[in-house]
Nanobody, 120 residues
Framework: QVQVVESGGGLVMPGGSLSLSCAAS????????MGWFRQAPEKQRELVAT???????NYADSAKGRFTISRDNAKNTAYLQMDSLKPEDTAVYYC??????????????WGQGTQVTVSS
């Protein structure tokens, strides 16, 4: 079993900042790509940012220049630093991980999501 726990969501004013954390634990031999996705009410889940085990990042256009994804491989944890937040960033943010367990079988998991609300 693998557990994925997000934290750091909350209410922030427009222009403010928020930091999200995604901690993975359990039967993990190696994590490959980790990523953040978000889903607003009545909208499809969309990619925000991803980061490979080697540190290569990919951002949605809406996140470029404002969000920064990072990771701590020793802690199996990914982070999303969100700056200059806008009301349209309001959504449930989900962490996605993929990797290999001790038997070298591939897996992927989603976290439960953390609510981010940007409002004055």
């Amino acid at each position: 079993q693998v557990q994925v726990v997000e934290s750091g969501g909350g209410l922030v004013m427009p222009g403010g900042s928020l930091s999200l954390s995604c901690a993975a634990s359990g039967n993990i031999n190696r994590l490959n790509t980790m990523g953040w996705f978000r889903q607003a009410p009545e909208k499809q889940r969309e990619l925000v940012a991803t980061i490979t085990s080697g540190g290569m990042t990919n951002y949605a256009d809406s996140a470029k220049g404002r969000f920064t994804i990072s990771r701590d491989n020793a802690k199996n944890t990914a982070y999303l630093q969100m700056d200059s937040l806008k009301p349209e960033d309001t959504a449930v943010y989900y962490c996605h991980i993929e990797g290999y367990n001790s038997g070298l079988s591939w897996f992927d998991y989603w976290g439960q999501g953390t609510q981010v609300t940007v409002s004055s």
